[in-house]
């Protein structure tokens, strides 16, 4: 029997699996004691802010200017939010800035009202509370020196969002106004969403003067993007016949995937009859040796490379040439050009971005591409493939790896949070290689992402080097310039491997499956099967640089199940204030010893897309989903049940703070991996999985619920082949209402017309 024939289990959720949540909440204490002379250095920061901003107000009456607020590090959590003190009737939070610090709308009146506040904050045992939490409060304003007119010839503008449709008008007028009177072109507004809109500047002498605006949030060179830097040289021609290279056969039905680069080649005949269609944006000349590279993987990097993991499947392409040749293109233009690509085309729903800009991503906030590209896929519901990015600077990463100051971060948009982010891992080495067979590639740019999102998520074959990037005989074998072989290196190869495993696994629902593909559960899927062939041990510290691994090489292996094993994919409708729960879960016979101990082990993947605010960079993600898989045990003294999480686990009470359940504990973060081996058994007669959802302070309620993928394993470490015959016994004995991912007995039949 084969994986396809142990489909993973779709469990359908029932009204009887949500409950309403208790909360008990004690009175709140202050986490520290509030002297007079806190309330005083308060109180003085206040006064500072209205001097700071005294001669803005003058010039700029009808509009608001802007201060940050530090929170006490113990006083992360929204639970401590000082909502007392600021809201309307003083200084409304609009934002957030770094880790901890929340940005205010200030007028004179605010800051006088505020002031009040504080002064009178310990009269009540909520302001105590609320002042306590409060370490310091400055004006917020751009750096001046940092702006170089000289650095390009067009700027980036934000202005803030004072959450208040005629405030923010006011503002916009004023910066028109303001941009006239320094002698600067009308700033052009470009919309990247719904609610996120920027200005391209021109370069001008006052741009640094320009910057002295209060409304004004960022003020930056334009970013400017380019296809991710590959190492390429030709092989020879006798390596591999392409005359042998699979053409398509005319009556199967292939998955399709969009690819926005320079463009393949019109006259390449060996991939042109795998180009389902084609749209040329390009103004000039072409360069087709990057486009015609991560096409070919894309189609058949398993017969270019003839190497076990390369992916199984191809894929008919939609080319989208978006880059001219030794060009860039600025954000506005790779923008437009994306959205032109993706209306175009909406039976594309798998898109391979193998692009990026040079330098590394913000720790605490994200890129307008990464949040256009987060917009996209909520509107289209399509999914963006993008790759990590190369780091091509001297010294080369070793592995483990050195520490280069950040400067081999990954750069944007790969901090997209709805995309999924695709790392380079070496399938080959030599004697003088950087890195070892399986290893990070020493040039695969690393996350995590801004406020400590995963990134990237997973990882495929993107080649080995030496130290100066040589990548003979270790390289990725693609077609390249010229329509000849060449052998290359760069996560520009690693992530077209990846995007026609998503397009494939998409067309498999499609086609076979008991539920229709969305992003998410392709997401899901993909990290799920990653981090189930990934080694148990892994140091926290390699997920920022491999992902959660590979995924297997072969669809069947990713939507079915070995012997030794059972997976189930649940997707939750989660609301704040119920809580979802399972229990008696499904627990195969064989992972119990004989007094009852499970034994084994247990990995899980949670993937949601939730609401985001570009207002709050690194409060991005507005939604948490939790997931706990336990024990589920009856306490007679008490008569209540008490769950008890195995996985995740937190240890320590010191564990709970936001701050370490951010960076070590994926809080807030839209993707949650966890396992856990219990080889000595783990005492336990039932268990029980659970989920909910919480949102940001400042974040209204959620609209509609917050829909969540998970998916859990459960596996015998003593490799028994009846896990998966043992899991079905009992799904049917508890009832479950349960489907397989694919039913290949009735298969639906797909006509693609162009």
Not at 124 to 149: C, M, Q, R, W, Y
Not at 511 to 533: C, D, F, T, Y
Not at 720 to 728: D, I
Request: net charge negative; proline share 6%; aromatic share 8%.
């Amino acid at each position: 029997m084969s994986n396809k024939e142990r489909p993973i289990k779709i469990i359908e959720a029932t009204p009887q699996d949500f409950t309403e949540k208790t909360y008990n909440f004690g009175k709140k204490q202050p986490i520290r004691t509030v002297t007079t002379s806190l309330k005083n250095r308060l109180k003085q920061e206040v006064d500072d802010v209205k001097n700071f901003f005294q001669s803005s107000f003058k010039k700029w009456p009808n509009i608001p200017a802007v201060a940050r607020v530090t929170l006490h590090e113990k006083a992360l959590a929204k639970s401590h939010r000082p909502s007392s003190l600021l809201g309307d009737n003083t200084c409304p939070v609009i934002g957030s800035d770094n880790f901890g610090e929340l940005l205010i709308s200030v007028t004179e009146k605010g800051l006088a009202q505020l002031r009040k506040k504080i002064e009178n904050s310990t009269n009540s045992h909520n302001g105590t509370v609320h002042i306590a939490v409060i370490e310091k409060i400055e004006p917020f304003s751009l750096n001046h020196d940092v702006i170089d007119k000289n650095k390009s010839d067009s700027f980036l503008l934000k202005l803030f969002d004072h959450k208040d449709r005629t405030t923010n008008r006011s503002i916009d007028k004023e910066l028109m106004e303001f941009a006239d009177e320094l002698g600067i072109q009308k700033p052009k507004k470009y919309d990247i969403s719904s609610d996120l809109s920027i200005y391209e500047v021109k370069g001008n002498d006052n741009i640094a003067q320009l910057a002295s605006f209060i409304g004004i949030r960022k003020l930056e060179p334009m970013p400017t993007f380019g296809l991710t830097h590959t190492v390429s040289q030709y092989i020879p021609a006798e390596t591999l016949d392409l005359d042998d290279f699979p053409l398509p056969q005319e009556d199967k039905h292939y998955p399709l995937l969009g690819i926005i680069d320079s463009g393949v080649d019109p006259n390449n005949n060996i991939l042109r009859p795998w180009i389902w269609d084609s749209l040329d944006l390009v103004k000039g000349e072409h360069d087709y040796s990057h486009g015609n590279m991560v096409a070919s993987l894309a189609i058949n990097g398993r017969w270019l490379n003839n190497y076990a993991g390369f992916p199984q499947c191809q894929a008919e392409i939609v080319d989208v040439a978006a880059f001219p040749k030794d060009g860039t293109l600025k954000l506005p233009q790779l923008m437009k050009a994306i959205r032109e690509a993706v209306t175009t085309y909406p039976e594309v729903r798998v898109w391979n971005l193998s692009l990026g800009c040079q330098s590394p991503c913000s720790e605490d906030s994200f890129s307008e591409l990464g949040h256009f590209l987060n917009a996209l896929h909520d509107e289209h519901d399509c999914l963006f493939v993008v790759a990590s990015g190369n780091y091509i600077y001297d010294p080369q990463r070793t592995w483990p790896p050195q520490e280069l100051g950040g400067h081999d971060r990954i750069s944007a948009p790969t901090d997209s949070v709805r995309s999924l982010t695709v790392g380079s891992v070496a399938h080959l080495e030599s004697s003088d290689s950087v890195v070892k067979r399986f290893e990070p590639s020493s040039f695969s740019r690393r996350g995590p992402g801004p406020a400590f999102i995963p990134k990237p998520e997973i990882n495929h074959f993107g080649g080995n080097c030496d130290s100066k990037l040589n990548c003979e005989h270790t390289g990725i074998i693609a077609i390249g310039e010229d329509n000849a072989l060449c052998e290359s290196i760069g996560t520009s190869l690693s992530a077209p491997l990846i995007s026609s495993l998503a397009a494939s696994l998409w067309h498999e629902l499609d086609v076979n499956g008991s539920i229709s593909p969305s992003p998410e559960r392709i997401k899901a899927l993909l990290i799920h099967s990653a981090l189930k062939n990934s080694p148990a041990k892994t140091e926290h510290y390699a997920f920022n640089y491999q992902g959660f691994g590979r995924p297997s090489d072969h669809i069947n292996d990713i939507i079915g199940c070995n012997k030794n094993e059972i997976t189930f994919l649940f997707e939750i409708d989660t609301r704040e204030g119920i809580e979802f729960s399972r229990t008696p879960f499904v627990i195969p016979q064989s992972l119990r010893t004989e007094d009852g101990k499970f034994t084994g082990e247990i990995i899980m993947t949670l993937v949601y897309s939730p609401p985001l605010d570009y207002d709050y960079p690194s409060e991005y993600c507005r939604s948490n989903v939790d997931v706990s898989f336990g024990t589920y045990t009856y306490d007679p003294v008490n008569a209540k049940w008490i769950h008890s999480g195995k996985i995740p686990q937190i240890k320590e009470k010191s564990e709970l703070f936001e701050k370490v359940l951010i960076e070590n504990g994926f809080k807030w973060s839209p993707v949650k991996v966890y396992r856990k081996q219990f080889p000595q058994g783990i005492n336990g007669e039932q268990w029980r999985l659970k989920l909910d959802v919480q949102r940001r302070a400042e974040q209204e309620p959620l609209s509609s619920p917050q829909r969540a993928v998970l998916a859990i394993t459960l596996r015998s470490l003593a490799n028994s082949t009846t896990v998966y015959n043992e899991a079905e016994v009992e799904i049917n004995n508890l009832g479950w209402k349960e489907t397989d991912i694919v039913v290949r007995e009735q298969p639906k039949i797909r006509i693609r017309q162009k």
